[in-house]
C-alpha cells in the first residue's frame, strides 16, 4: 500500500502571533513583518495594527489583497508583497498616499490598475518577474518614482510612460520580448544596456539637445 497523503494543517494567525511579528527599523520605524507565514489570506486581524509605517506579506500564499485590508493601512509608506500569487490588485490600492516603496515582484499579475498612477509619493516601484504585456498610461504620473523594476515579463515595446518619468534614475528591463529598432532584444542581452537614464544637468550641451530630440521621437511614437 503507498503512504498516505499527510493532511496539511490549516494555521491560525491571531492578533497575539501578529503582535509578536511586529519589529523596529533602524530608524525608528514600525514594520509588521508576516514574511514566510504560509498566509493563503491576508489576516483580518491585523486590520488593528494599521498604524504600522511598514508591511511586510512576501513569500507567502496570498492570491488576493482584500479592500478592507487597504482601507485599514492606508497611512504605511512601503508595502511588499513580492512572492505571492497575485493575478490582479484593487482598485483600491491608489488610496495609498503615502506610499514610497512598493513591492510587487514574483506574482502573477498580467494588469495593474491605472490606479497605482496616484501614489505620487512613490520612489520605488518593482514589477518584475510577472505576465505584464503593457501599462496605463497614468503611471507616467509618478514624477516623484526614482527605481522601477520590471524585468521578466512579457513587453514587446518599451512602456509609453517612461518618456514622461524625468526623475527615474534606474529601469530594468532584462529579459521582456523587446523589440529595438526591429530587432528582437535577445534573453542574454539586457535592456538596460540600449536604454539609458541619466540627469540632465550631467549632459553637456549637444548631448542634452540629442537626447531631447531622441525623447521627442520616442514620444511621438508611443502616443
Given amino acids: 500500500m503507498g503512504k498516505k497523503r499527510r493532511k496539511t494543517k490549516v494555521k491560525t494567525f491571531s492578533l497575539n502571533v501578529a503582535q509578536s511579528c511586529v519589529e523596529l527599523t533602524t ?41 478592507d485590508f487597504i482601507e485599514s493601512f492606508i497611512s504605511i509608506s512601503v508595502l511588499d508583497l513580492h512572492s505571492n500569487y497575485l493575478e490582479q490588485l484593487p482598485k483600491s490600492i491608489g488610496r495609498l498616499q503615502n506610499l514610497l516603496v512598493l513591492n510587487l515582484c514574483n506574482n502573477r499579475l498580467t494588469s495593474v490598475p491605472k490606479e497605482l498612477g496616484l501614489l505620487t509619493k512613490l520612489r520605488t516601484l518593482n514589477l518584475c518577474i510577472n505576465r505584464l504585456r503593457v501599462l496605463p498610461f497614468s503611471i507616467g504620473a509618478l514624477k516623484e518614482l526614482r527605481h522601477f523594476g520590471l524585468s521578466d515579463n512579457q513587453f514587446t515595446l518599451l512602456p509609453g510612460c517612461l518618456a514622461r518619468m524625468n526623475n527615474l534614475e534606474t529601469v530594468k528591463l532584462d529579459r521582456n520580448p523587446i523589440v529595438v529598432e526591429g530587432t528582437a532584444v535577445q534573453e542574454s542581452m539586457t535592456t538596460e544596456s540600449r536604454f539609458h537614464l541619466v540627469r540632465e544637468s550631467a549632459l553637456c550641451d549637444i548631448c542634452l539637445q540629442k537626447c531631447q530630440a531622441e525623447r521627442m521621437e520616442f514620444r511621438d511614437e508611443t502616443e
Fill in 27 to 67: 530608524d525608528g520605524r514600525q514594520r509588521l513583518n508576516l514574511s514566510f507565514k504560509e498566509i493563503a489570506v491576508v489576516p483580518q486581524c491585523i486590520q488593528k495594527l494599521g498604524l504600522m509605517d511598514e508591511l511586510d506579506l512576501s513569500r507567502n500564499l496570498i492570491t488576493m489583497v482584500p479592500i
